[in-house]
């Protein structure tokens, strides 16, 4: 019957192409878990939880043929098939399309006798011989209908209340795994989205950083030929005004250097295997740190899949927070250690300083937050959010809790490489 084919509004075929699209279902359609219709065969380690759905519905209803369709603004596209080949019709040869908006289970013992679908070329031998017929819409959460899954024979048949229940179950899990690939894509964009936004980031703060660095070093170098200045007498009001601006100054240019290094975190990681214990050694050797057993800082080893220039500056950050944080009661300790399973490797680095409150531990990890403790180093409250931006960078967190004893330990996951 292709004039009395069940169709919908154009304005509500547009919206259907719309919600089709964000499900990845559309043919030719980048990201989609799916293959197009009219590939290659797969081989039976590669089929999809799809492709097994189907044959199990095929199986527990007893007939030699099952089909998950989609049904687009003009087209029915069996994105899985078991005992056929997935194939594609005009949306008015459709069985399904006839009956999937009703929303409801259509089950018809011999398709020949009922006036929908006598005429169909599917049941005529124009395409095919369907005589059984089953047919569960494929409907999700906010109500809308993306095709069927169908159960069909060349022979009639009488489907037990079992088989039909079991058919709106295999159903429902369809509709589970085509959500799980919506909520796929629509993490993707969300990830391309922030790629692109932090590559804008690095290019202002580039830019930013750029145009303010020079009127700024050039006011460093005045200030340093004026402390330097035989003429200037240390006791001169001008000699405490210059040590200020100075001062001043050089907080703003190191601010300006975190500023830059926060937001070039996440770009393009070139990972490598990587010794743990090397590169503390390497952040270690850059502060004038003592490094080794007995030291003031020692470390496990361990061989983490990591970039290395970031593994350092996140490592170099933290040791610079040890030491700007440490207790006036003990001397400093730091300890790097790590303990890998099958979900990766965490790295705890734990020191013995003044440690940080359970009520300000998220917090501090937030970008240009500063505890303003007395007796505490100068920073830009950027530390942190650095380290913490460069382990997510990587799949994996950084998370703060106590060190037994006293101080902070800092928390770092890095998933395991498959």
């Given at each position: 019957?292709?004039?009395?084919?069940?169709?919908?509004?154009?304005e509500?075929?547009?919206?259907?192409?719309?919600?089709?699209?964000?499900?990845?279902?559309?043919?030719?359609?980048?990201?989609?878990?799916?293959?197009?219709?009219?590939?290659?065969?797969?081989?039976?380690?590669?089929?999809?939880?799809?492709?097994?759905?189907?044959?199990?519905?095929?199986?527990?209803?007893?007939?030699?043929?099952?089909?998950?369709?989609?049904?687009?603004?003009?087209?029915?596209?069996?994105?899985?098939?078991?005992?056929?080949?997935?194939?594609?019709?005009?949306?008015?040869?459709?069985?399904?399309?006839?009956?999937?908006?009703?929303?409801?289970?259509?089950?018809?013992?011999?398709?020949?006798?009922?006036?929908r679908?006598?005429?169909?070329?599917?049941v005529?031998?124009?395409?095919?011989?369907?005589?059984?017929?089953?047919?569960?819409?494929?409907?999700?959460?906010?109500?809308?209908?993306?095709?069927?899954?169908?159960?069909?024979s060349?022979?009639?048949?009488?489907?037990?209340?079992?088989?039909?229940a079991?058919?709106?179950l295999?159903?429902?899990?369809?509709?589970?795994?085509?959500?799980?690939?919506?909520?796929?894509?629509?993490?993707?964009?969300?990830?391309?989205?922030?790629?692109?936004?932090?590559?804008?980031?690095?290019?202002?703060?580039?830019?930013?950083?750029?145009?303010?660095?020079?009127?700024?070093?050039?006011?460093?170098?005045?200030?340093?030929?004026?402390?330097?200045?035989?003429d200037?007498?240390?006791?001169?009001?001008?000699?405490e005004?210059?040590?200020?601006?100075?001062?001043?100054?050089?907080?703003?240019?190191?601010m300006?250097?975190?500023?830059?290094?926060?937001?070039?975190?996440?770009?393009?990681?070139?990972?490598?295997?990587?010794?743990?214990?090397?590169?503390?050694?390497?952040?270690?050797?850059?502060?004038?740190?003592?490094?080794?057993?007995?030291?003031?800082?020692?470390?496990?080893?361990?061989?983490?899949q990591?970039?290395p220039?970031?593994?350092?500056?996140?490592l170099q950050?933290l040791?610079?927070?040890?030491?700007?944080y440490r207790?006036p009661e003990?001397?400093?300790?730091?300890?790097?250690?790590?303990?890998?399973?099958?979900?990766?490797t965490?790295?705890?680095?734990?020191?013995?300083?003044?440690?940080?409150?359970p009520e300000?531990?998220?917090?501090?990890?937030?970008p240009?937050?500063?505890?303003?403790?007395?007796g505490?180093?100068?920073?830009?409250?950027?530390?942190?959010?650095?380290?913490?931006?460069?382990?997510?960078?990587?799949?994996?967190?950084?998370?703060?809790?106590?060190?037994?004893?006293?101080?902070?330990?800092?928390?770092?996951t890095f998933?395991?490489?498959l």
């Open positions: 019957m292709k004039g009395a084919s069940a169709r919908t509004l154009p509500q075929d547009i919206d259907r192409q719309a919600v089709l699209k964000a499900y990845g279902l559309l043919p030719g359609q980048e990201g989609t878990a799916f293959p197009p219709v009219g590939g290659t065969a797969r081989a039976d380690t590669a089929r999809t939880a799809l492709d097994n759905l189907v044959d199990l519905a095929a199986k527990l209803c007893r007939v030699p043929y099952s089909v998950v369709n989609v049904i687009t603004a003009d087209q029915q596209r069996q994105i899985a098939a078991s005992g056929v080949e997935p194939g594609v019709c005009s949306r008015e040869d459709s069985m399904c399309a006839r009956v999937f908006l009703a929303r409801e289970t259509t089950v018809v013992r011999d398709a020949s006798g009922d006036p679908f006598a005429n169909n070329p599917f005529t031998g124009e395409i095919a011989r369907v005589r059984y017929y089953a047919s569960v819409p494929l409907v999700t959460a906010s109500g809308f209908v993306l095709g069927s899954l169908c159960v069909f060349d022979r009639p048949a009488d489907p037990d209340p079992e088989q039909i079991m058919l709106e295999l159903a429902q899990q369809a509709v589970e795994l085509l959500e799980l690939q919506h909520r796929t894509l629509q993490l993707n964009v969300a990830l391309d989205e922030v790629r692109r936004s932090n590559a804008k980031l690095g290019e202002f703060a580039g830019r930013v950083s750029h145009d303010l660095r020079i009127p700024l070093t050039t006011i460093l170098g005045y200030v340093e030929l004026g402390e330097d200045d035989p200037m007498p240390p006791e001169h009001p001008a000699a005004y210059l040590q200020l601006i100075g001062s001043s100054g050089r907080r703003m240019l190191a300006l250097e975190d500023v830059l290094d926060y937001s070039k975190v996440g770009g393009a990681l070139h990972q490598q295997p990587v010794s743990l214990r090397e590169a503390v050694s390497d952040a270690a050797r850059d502060l004038g740190i003592p490094f080794g057993s007995g030291a003031m800082l020692d470390s496990d080893d361990a061989r983490l990591a970039d220039l970031q593994l350092r500056a996140l950050n040791l610079s927070n040890a030491l700007n207790s003990r001397p400093l300790e730091i300890r790097v250690t790590a303990a890998s399973n099958y979900h990766g965490a790295v705890l680095v734990a020191d013995n300083g003044k440690g940080i409150r300000d531990r998220e917090r501090v990890l937030e240009l937050v500063r505890l303003h403790r007395e505490d180093g100068q920073g830009s409250g950027l530390g942190l959010a650095t380290c913490r931006r460069i382990a997510q960078a990587h799949g994996g967190d950084l998370t703060l809790t106590e060190t037994l004893g006293g101080g902070t330990t800092v928390v770092l998933p395991a490489v």
